[in-house]
């Protein structure tokens, strides 16, 4: 089966992903790897590119300053625990509209329908932390330096440390 892993992505970030993950002298390959073992002994993590935070207890994404600098996009990231409910959740994000994800957070960061395949076995688990950064990272070049840097490796470390296996992202 062929893996189309750019398909929904936006054409510039498209391109450089598969510019980036092509080793010299290879051909484009769509980065995949396959599970080690069953989905029902899996830890599973969440990410969304939505700009969720969690509503009176963490920082909005700067989406002030984004109207101020449209060439830039705020590059940080928000831990949003396993437990959090819909009403805990807030978004600051400008490129998208977010009414649907208000209504149901579970459109943009599953966590509850995970939890559900949690309980049915289905999965092995999900992990204690999920993730929300904001996708629009500047045009007409995004800047991607801060989560190459920073914001990626702190991000990878703390899902190691909670023993993620697999990754469930979800665009905006």
């Known amino acids: 089966m062929v893996v189309d892993s750019y398909k929904w992505l936006p054409y510039r970030l498209s391109a450089w992903m598969q510019m980036e993950w092509q080793a010299p002298g290879e051909p484009a390959t769509t980065p995949f790897t396959p599970l080690a073992k069953p989905l029902n002994s899996t ?43 819909l009403g ?8 998208y509209n977010p009414a649907d994800a208000v209504e149901d957070l579970n459109i943009l960061l599953p966590i509850h329908r995970f939890t559900e395949l949690e309980k049915a076995g289905e999965i092995g688990s ?7 950064v904001m996708g629009y990272q500047g045009h007409p070049v995004p800047d991607y330096t801060q989560w190459q840097e920073r914001y990626g490796p702190e991000i990878l470390e703390q899902m190691k440390a909670e023993g993620v296996e697999a990754l469930l992202l979800t665009p905006a």
């Not at 805990?88 to 490129?95: D, N, Q």
């Not at 999900?126 to 929300?132: D, F, H, I």
Request: proline share 9%; net charge negative; aromatic share 10%.
């Open 88 to 95: 805990e959740i807030e978004v600051a994000h400008t490129h």
């Open 126 to 132: 999900l992990a204690p932390s999920a993730y929300s």
């Open 43 to 85: 830890r599973f993590a969440l990410l969304t590119t939505g700009g969720l935070y969690l509503k009176g207890q963490q920082q909005p994404f700067d989406v002030e300053r984004e109207a101020r600098e449209p060439d830039w996009g705020d590059p940080s990231y928000r831990v949003i625990p396993k437990e959090t409910m």
